[in-house]
């Protein structure tokens, strides 16, 4: 087995500079072998001006013009036409809400003017069924001024009270009142004075004979009672 000489190892040692020099040019050379070749730039075009090629495709390819050079969606259609399409078309179920929302208007119209008509049907219905009352009461008038007569001057039997009960109650049903009382204040808007009496123990006027009863319809006077008044004397 041979012993280890220091002096002789480091004799056999490279010199540090010629190391380092050697480094940089192996480098130097990788670099320049791993760099392409570039392509020669074509004749009469600007350098970083790209093709026409290259910058419809930066556009994304999905423009395109028409005619008139508008600009165009990708079906063809200009942009305008595509957003008024959007807004006119629905969706069966969308065009049945529609078409729902206009019968309803209509419906709610034609029973808006239904109830009109019923309620004008009605006024008018009662407005005739009262004139056919007042023109049967207007009629029976002296036969029942004769019935009053004689209730007050003559004396009369049960049947015959009976029977002008009914006739009374009858009118009532259809709502006819009878009107006029002795000592009732006077009203010149229910009564008619035929005679003006002076009385001592009068302070207003007041009916004190009733010739001929009044009849009315709720707030319509068919006849003003007739009497006589009762004034305070002067």
Do not use: C, W
Not at 111 to 135: C, L, M, P, T, Y
Request: charged fraction near 30%; proline fraction near 5%.
């Amino acid at each position: 087995m041979s012993t280890f000489n220091k002096d002789d190892y480091l004799n056999d040692l490279p010199d540090a500079d010629q190391a380092a020099a050697g480094a940089a040019g192996t480098a130097g050379a990788a670099d320049k072998a791993a760099q392409p070749a570039s392509a020669p730039a074509a004749q009469g075009a600007e350098p970083n001006e790209p093709s026409g090629d290259a910058q419809t495709a930066g556009d994304g390819g999905n423009a395109s013009t028409n005619n008139d050079g508008e600009q165009l969606s990708d079906d063809g259609k200009e942009s305008g036409d595509t957003d008024s399409d959007a807004q006119d078309s629905l969706t069966p179920l969308g065009q049945a809400k529609k078409e729902a929302a206009e019968y309803l208007d209509a419906l709610q119209r034609e029973r808006a003017e239904f109830v009109n008509f019923r309620n004008r049907s009605k006024k008018e219905q009662d407005r005739f069924r009262e004139h056919g009352i007042i023109d049967v009461l207007t009629a029976l008038l002296p036969a029942l001024d004769d019935i009053d007569r004689i209730k007050e001057h003559s004396d009369i039997d049960d049947s015959f009270n009976a029977v002008a009960t009914k006739i009374d109650k009858a009118f009532e049903r259809f709502g006819v009142e009878k009107f006029g009382k002795a000592g009732e204040p006077f009203d010149p808007t229910k009564h008619e004075a035929i005679l003006h009496k002076p009385d001592e123990t009068a302070t207003t006027e007041t009916v004190d004979t009733v010739v001929e009863a009044g009849y009315r319809i709720g707030d319509r006077v068919v006849r003003a009672a007739r009497v006589v008044v009762a004034s305070p004397k002067a």
